[in-house]
């Protein structure tokens, strides 16, 4: 079992910045990969970012380039920092963690594990 909870949401501006925290508790967090989602309003939710127990990272194309994904496996605290922010980003954000296979790391099933959600809204 592992709990997670989300931190780092709020309010921002156009071209702000905002870093997203998810520490784990109850197991080890090292052991799984973790992802980022987001649900916006009226929209279902969708994968963001991941990052492996190797730390290799992939990325949803709208967001490549502006977000970075990271863990520290010390602190069992996965990371979101946004940059360059748009009234787009705007969304609940979820950390998940699962064992997913490769070809399967967007899809939100395979994750076993989620937070409460944060809330992100980028005002323009």
């Known amino acids: 079992q592992v709990q997670l909870v989300e931190s780092g949401g709020g309010l921002a501006q156009v071209g702000d910045s905002l870093r997203l925290s998810c520490v784990a508790a109850?197991?080890?967090?090292?052991?799984?990969?973790g992802a980022w989602f987001r649900q916006a309003p009226g929209k279902e939710r969708e994968f963001v970012a991941a990052?492996?127990?190797?730390?290799?990272?992939h990325y949803a194309d709208s967001v490549k380039g502006r977000f970075t994904i990271s863990r520290a496996n010390d602190k069992s605290t996965m990371y979101l920092q946004m940059d360059t922010l748009t009234p787009q980003d705007t969304a609940v954000y979820y950390c998940?963690?699962?064992?997913?296979?490769?070809?399967?790391?967007?899809?939100?099933?395979?994750?076993?594990?989620w937070g409460q959600g944060t809330q992100v809204t980028v005002s323009s």
């Open positions: 109850g197991s080890t967090f090292s052991t799984y990969d």
């Open positions: 998940a963690v699962g064992r997913p296979i490769l070809s399967s790391i967007r899809d939100q099933n395979l994750y076993y594990y």
């Open positions: 990052v492996r127990r190797t730390s290799t990272t």
